[in-house]
């Protein structure tokens, strides 16, 4: 399988802060990489696909580069309702694998 | 816009079997241009992707979980189900359901159809497994 690695695990920002997650592959993914936000309590929803691409109706401050093996997320202008914990998810392979999730508090 | 929600048991003793079930609304299962999936979440593990079928097509499993999953479709109820058999405490889990478009990329010359990302996601539904 390939193996996703997040970093941070967790972090605490303040709101109008700029903040950056990133994610590592354990092998050439190409861009076959999207990002989820899960709110507490709540189901992972879709951020990003293709590593790029904002889903419609999500906020322009998050967004994602990255191809081959290591991939950011970040948002811009620190907002409280982003408190959540991200994830990233690769489907380079027929097995999909998520990162351990980015715990995100708001100072 | 379409919309899943799992029900099932809450509680599974070990050895037997877990079945959820996941209702779509808002859109048909029988839909060649999508997948359905199953995904489930732990404290210790994460995220795990247990396995996805289309109606008439292909369905892929998580090799981690052996040949313990089976997935189905059932389009006369627009439902898709998930059966886990030999349950242990490991298997003890937030199951959510949720959607994949696919995609199609080229290898080698050859056109395959992978799974790719899901979206939207039902609200899960907690599942134990204990005596």
């Known amino acids: 399988d390939v193996q996703m690695t997040q970093s941070p695990s967790s972090l605490s920002a303040s709101v109008g802060d700029r903040v950056t997650i990133t994610c590592q592959a354990s092998?050439?993914?190409?861009?076959?990489l999207n990002w989820y936000q899960q709110k507490p309590g709540k189901a992972p929803k879709l951020l990003i696909y293709d590593a790029s691409n904002l889903m419609t109706g999500v906020p322009s401050r998050f967004s994602g580069r990255g191809s081959g093996t290591h991939f950011t997320f970040t948002i811009t202008n620190l907002q409280p309702e982003d408190l959540a914990t991200y994830y990233c998810?690769?489907?380079?392979?027929?097995?999909?694998?998520f990162g351990q999730g980015t715990r995100l508090e708001i100072k | 816009q379409v919309q899943l929600q799992e029900s099932g048991p809450g509680l599974v003793k070990p050895s037997e079997t877990l079945s959820l079930t996941c209702t779509v609304s808002?859109?048909?299962?029988?839909?060649?241009?999508?997948?359905w999936g199953w995904i489930r979440q732990t404290p210790g593990k994460g995220l795990e992707w247990i396995g996805s079928?289309?109606?008439?097509?292909?369905?892929h499993y998580n090799p981690s979980l052996g040949s313990r999953v089976t997935i189905s479709l059932d389009t006369s109820k627009n439902q898709l189900s998930l059966r886990m058999t030999s349950v242990t405490a490991a298997d003890t889990a937030v199951y959510y359901c949720g959607r994949d478009p696919g995609t199609r990329i080229t290898l080698f010359g050859e056109v395959l159809s992978r799974l790719c990302r899901f979206d939207p996601w039902g609200q899960g539904t907690l599942v134990t497994v204990s005596s």
């Open positions: 092998q050439d993914i190409t861009n076959y």
């Open positions: 998810q690769q489907y380079d392979t027929i097995t999909l694998t």
């Open positions: 079928m289309k109606f008439r097509g292909d369905t």
């Open positions: 808002g859109g048909s299962i029988s839909s060649q241009s999508y997948y």
